[in-house]
């Protein structure tokens, strides 16, 4: 071992001190008596980093001495949330550093506050990446995230008049203490141009990719912790232009096009594209992912080779995960890299190819599965198109030779040739992979027996799920102390690496004193985020009503609309007098939009419109709120989850693939109201039927009623509820009495109501009803709370990875001895 040993980075609460004003005065040239909190934040993370890297290096150090297989993890999205405080847990001197503070008269709670977050993600594809790199941290998985260095992340979600209002998110701007920029670790990416054949002096065929731009890639590194264990590094790759375009080659009267060009390099990775669920198709995007591939595979074959191992046993010592298609660019660039720049025959690269990469798929939704125009792949990346075609035309010749009908080649090619001749990214990286994982046990089985049906035929064994989890870590350790706490007192700390241990909770649940302590640590939660609502939104809500909470993506599929159709039902009731048997509750919405996706911006302008209707209702107020919270990201998923009593997972069967959130709510002691759909299936599987609030058709249902051609103005005629509620969308009441504003949804519904929320409205609004009966027996909702937490073990994101180490990479974990 060399440099830095474990002396230089103490854990006392002496040595914490010491190096935070250490970094306080050498780092940012201030005395404590003159800073701003900032300063304060950033001198405690670099005090942390230092620590998070000492760990870094030794795992290092111990993956390359034992030579160990490892997991390159392939994402064009993360979402880590902030780091302080997770690394804090994981180093276990939360206790150490609020003293060493105090003793400064400050206090760590600020300090967290002060961190932002890296927005580098949509959704829930972003947030499982972070969740992963958690868990391999902890387990000792000798493994690596690769990614974009966006420099605006998702966009800051403000409202404004009740309509989401989109800013730019500078996540940069005072700083970014964890990362370490890495100049010396940098590759060229190509661009464009032509291809050109030919055979050279010993007869092999060689093709020359002759590109008509080159940028830059450099590596910027953020240590993870895992839980009192190893470390790993996310490397996350910013663009910036190769050193020959530099204004020094040119003439001087070529400098402002040579610092132009330096710009538009940059470009690359500048902003997240902010679509999730619904692909753009434009040329940034293509080049953003493979620019972050071409880098990421680069850099592997550096790290493989550096050791003097052999390009041909590539695939022994590297997995390479996709996180769905946005990576499978991949799957060309290796064939590439191998057979044009190291002259590897295609047979034994294809073997090698096939053998390192596994593609995991998050979405059954056809509005979502990737497709390039051939035209725009082979106009930026023409040798990959090649390859692509290449690839294509011997699989096709396989299936060929199987006798496969000619009606079957067309659907499972790679090329699209419907309309205008495509790339189907779902099929490269299926064709390319070893595995093709699901993750949850109904996507994984709609995915067999939907989207990739013919590959599952065709190679059966291909085919596996992996069931998403969370990190419980962040989602229960570190935002929600009290429980926590409470856990730990009554079955020790072993929950925090074994998430099953939660188990031995079940023989409290019926303990009335237990109960007691339960309810108060859900109310200090609730207190806390009713706090924040009103900084965030103005509106006061009452910490002992139900906290009802929707917090995801908003999305047609997902259905934010459907919880408020209940809502204005309430309305209606309540305003008639009839208001026995409704719980006095607090709706909770937060989410983002799509900025191009105008209904999902309506459904927005319609949950702030119901607020402002609600909550201005003396009548009514005293019963129901609404909040719709701006801005959700993780820090404030954080405050949300902890102060949950009802969770919403109401999706319409078949289209949600997983879902995370209805996990860290349940972990929190959240009841959960939902549809059989994604996750939600093994939930109420392992909670039991009788604490899960179920609703709703099945996939089998809806494909049935869709059969039997669905008529959703035929609910309207029918069901005089309905009618009501619909009839209010668009009666004036809402909204200053504009009757228009929300005819598109009205019409969405009564037309085409793609997502059945009519055909489901009764047995939601029923399942209301018993969640109001419930939530009056309160020993009876925390009876069913306990058990949900005692029973949640399964979805710990340990478990998830652990079952990609065992079923899909083969690898195992090193531990290190310090
Ligand atoms: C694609 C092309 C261009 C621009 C953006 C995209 C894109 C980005 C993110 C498409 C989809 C993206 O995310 C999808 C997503 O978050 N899916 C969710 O993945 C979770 C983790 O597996 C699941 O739990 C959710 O059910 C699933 O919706």
Not at 78 to 87: D, I, Q, S, T, V
Not at 769 to 798: C, H, P, Y
């Amino acid at each position: 071992s060399i440099g830095a040993g474990a002396s230089d980075v103490g854990l006392s609460k002496e040595d914490i001190k010491k190096a935070f004003l250490h970094k306080l005065f050498y780092h940012l040239g201030r005395v404590p008596a003159l800073t701003t909190p900032n300063d304060l934040y950033t001198a405690m993370a670099l005090t942390i980093r230092d620590r998070a890297l000492r760990k870094f290096v030794r795992s290092i150090e111990e993956f390359t001495q034992q030579d160990a297989r490892g997991v390159a993890y392939l994402s064009a999205e993360y979402l880590p949330g902030p780091h302080l405080g997770n690394n804090l847990l994981n180093l276990h001197i939360v206790e150490e550093t609020k003293e060493a503070l105090a003793e400064l008269d400050l206090d760590l709670d600020e300090i967290l506050d002060q961190e932002g977050e890296p927005g580098l993600g949509n959704g829930g594809l972003g947030r499982l990446a972070s969740c992963f790199m958690d868990s391999l941290a902890t387990l000792g998985i000798p493994s690596i995230g690769y990614g974009i260095r966006y420099e605006f992340g998702i966009f800051k979600q403000e409202i404004k008049e009740g309509w989401q209002m989109e800013t730019t998110d500078k996540w940069l701007h005072s700083g970014n203490p964890w990362e370490i920029v890495r100049p010396e670790i940098s590759y060229v990416v190509k661009f464009g141009g032509r291809t050109e054949h030919r055979t050279n002096g010993q007869n092999r065929y060689e093709v020359d990719w002759l590109p008509d731009s080159e940028i830059k890639g450099t590596a910027y590194d953020t240590p993870i912790l895992g839980y009192q264990s190893n470390g790993i590094i996310m490397r996350l790759w910013k663009a910036e232009a190769v050193e020959s375009f530099d204004f020094s080659v040119y003439n001087i009267g070529d400098y402002y096009r040579a610092v132009e060009k330096k710009l538009r390099s940059e470009n690359i990775t500048k902003v997240l594209y902010p679509n999730d669920e619904n692909l753009s198709g434009k040329e940034l995007r293509l080049k953003q992912q493979y620019f972050f591939v071409s880098c990421s595979l680069q850099d592997m074959i550096r790290l493989h080779t550096m050791q003097g191992r052999k390009l041909k046993k590539f695939h022994e010592k590297f997995a390479i995960q996709l996180n769905d298609t946005h990576p499978s660019i991949a799957v060309a660039e290796l064939m590439r890299l191998l057979v044009d720049e190291h002259e590897i025959e295609w047979d034994e690269a294809w073997d090698i190819t096939r053998q390192t990469f596994a593609y995991t798929n998050h979405t059954l939704l056809p509005e979502a599965l990737e497709k390039w125009t051939v035209s725009l792949l082979g106009r930026i990346l023409p040798r990959h198109l090649e390859i692509i075609y290449e690839i294509n035309s011997r699989f096709l010749e396989e299936l060929r030779d199987k006798g496969y009908s000619g009606d079957q080649i067309a659907r499972m090619s790679l090329i699209d040739e419907q309309g205008e001749p495509s790339v189907r990214m779902a099929h490269l990286a299926t064709v390319g992979s070893f595995k093709v994982n699901g993750v949850s046990e109904l996507h994984s089985r709609l995915l067999k027996s939907q989207v990739l049906n013919d590959f599952a035929d065709l190679w059966p064994g291909k085919f596996t799920n992996v069931t998403n989890g969370v990190a419980h870590r962040r989602f229960v350790a570190v935002s929600n102390p009290g429980l926590a706490n409470l856990i730990s007192e009554k079955i020790g700390f072993g929950w925090l690496t074994n998430l099953s241990s939660l188990s031995e909770l079940e023989k409290f649940a019926k303990d009335e004193k237990f109960q007691q302590r339960w309810r108060d640590v859900k109310l200090q939660n609730k207190t806390a985020l009713t706090r924040f609502i009103e900084e965030q939104t103005g509106v006061k809500v009452d910490p002992d009503m139900l906290f009802d909470v929707q917090v995801k993506r908003i999305h047609e599929y997902k259905r934010q609309h459907l919880m408020v159709l209940h809502i204005i039902d309430l309305y209606l009731r309540i305003k008639d007098g009839k208001t026995e048997n409704i719980a006095p509750s607090t709706f909770i919405f937060a989410g983002k939009a799509a900025p191009g996706y105008f209904l999902a911006k309506l459904i927005i302008r319609l949950i702030t419109a119901v607020a402002d209707l609600v909550n201005d209702d003396e009548e009514v107020n005293k019963l129901i709120k609404v909040v719709f919270l701006p801005n959700f990201n993780v820090k404030q998923a954080q405050r949300v989850y902890p102060a949950a009593d009802l969770s919403e997972q109401i999706s319409m069967a078949g289209k949600e693939a997983s879902g995370t959130g209805n996990m860290k709510f349940a972990l929190n002691g959240a009841l959960t109201i939902g549809t059989l759909d994604g996750a939600n299936v093994e939930i109420r599987e392992e909670v039991g039927d009788e604490n899960f609030f179920l609703f709703g058709q099945t996939t089998e249902e809806i494909q049935q009623t869709r059969r039997e051609g669905y008529r959703p103005y035929q609910y309207y005629e029918e069901n005089e509820k309905i009618k009501r509620v619909l009839d209010f969308l668009v009666s004036g009441e809402l909204a200053n009495g504009d009757k228009d504003l929300f005819k598109p949804l009205y019409h969405n519904l009564l037309q085409q109501d793609p997502y059945q929320l009519l055909k489901d409205f009764d047995s939601y609004c029923a399942k209301k009803e018993e969640v109001f009966k419930v939530w009056n027996d309160q020993e009876e909702w925390t009876k069913k709370s306990i058990l949900n937490v005692a029973r949640m073990g399964k979805f710990s994101s340990d478990r998830s990875i652990q079952d990609y180490c065992d079923r899909i990479w083969q690898v195992k974990p090193v531990k290190i001895q310090e």
